[in-house]
């Protein structure tokens, strides 16, 4: 008897992948820049130090600015003065041009009944001319001081937002992946500041034929896996597949987005992506390495009665070392997967059961 490794042929599922090489990005890596100038008073983030939206990176020196805004204040607070005084003559004006008009309407029907001479008429118009002459005034300079007023809350506001934006904030919840300032550190405008990463998910994006792209549809399951250690592989799905052909290579980009990689892998991580296009279930599995090939044909040797049965097999979907039987053998047979070099049809074998051997799924 010759000794062989068996295995017995199971029923699972499998699926057929097609599999890219990619090197894994963040969703979201921006450069964090200055929107003033001014020396760098303090640094508040380092380098892989995780921060939420809104947390305060670095603080710019803006002393000059907080002198402009308080002295804007306190010109603010004089033209709001000034200004509630202008209308309050306004408001005495209007009053005694309204009294005046009324009083100039009554010496008029006096004059027309000859009971007041022409003289007294004029004067009354005479001083009314005057109150509205001088409520042009008051109205003109009441709108000039409103005027100011404006002009000066409009300074208070860009004075305001300098000093805003001399504190340098964080525009998401991320990782600090480069500081590039110092305190002390004149910054100018536009300056890069911080490199700040969104690890949640991480995207791999992968290049493939315009005919293996069709095969594929957003949702589908991925897996990732460490192009460095086989036995790190994170559980993905396919999010985006772009709608155009790239001229130049003739690939379509289909990006995957990893689940809870919780720091596993990290941005610029080189991986195997392994995009599934469909999934049997019920099939017959075996190992792959209990398959022989030749002459374009495939064989495999089951184990019946303690001896050798050499069977043509027709294949289908391969996955993970593990190989599909359309044709040629059953669930429960016990297919040898070592040994198989000294065997011929009708052998006499002893059968030693792998660990390769799985329960029904």
Known sequence: SIPVETVVARLGSISQQIVSTANLRAKRDVAVTAQSEGVAREVLAEEGDFVKAG????????????????????????????????????????????????????????????????????????????????????????????HRVEELEAEIKESELEISRAEIRAPFSGYVTQRLVDVGQMVKNLDTLFQLGDFQPLLAE????????????????????????????????????????????????????????????????????????????????IPKRAVIEEEEQRFVFLVRDNEARKVSVRTGYESEGEVEILEGVQAGESVVVAGQGSLKEGSRVQSVHNSENKTNA
């Open 206 to 285: 992968v290049f493939l034929s315009e005919q293996e792209a069709g095969r594929i549809r957003t949702g589908r399951r991925v897996s990732i896996i460490s192009g460095i250690d086989d036995s790190v592989r994170i559980e993905g799905r396919v999010a985006r597949i772009s709608p155009v052909v790239d001229e130049s290579t003739g690939t379509v980009k289909v990006t995957a987005e990893l689940e809870q990689h919780r720091g596993v892998l990290k941005p610029g991580a080189f991986v195997r992506v392994a995009i599934e296009t469909d999934t049997r279930r019920g099939a017959v599995l």
């Open 55 to 146: 947390d305060l990176l670095c603080r710019l020196d803006a002393t000059q600015n907080e002198i402009q805004l308080q002295s804007a204040r306190q010109k603010l607070a004089q033209a709001r003065l000034q200004l509630e005084k202008a209308r309050i003559l306004e408001d005495k004006s209007q009053v005694q041009v309204r009294n005046t008009s009324e009083e100039f309407n009554r010496y008029q029907k006096l004059f027309e009944e000859q009971l007041v001479s022409e003289r007294e008429v004029a004067e009354i118009k005479y001083r009314l001319d005057e109150l509205k002459h001088d409520l042009l005034v008051s109205s003109s300079e009441s709108r000039e001081l409103v």
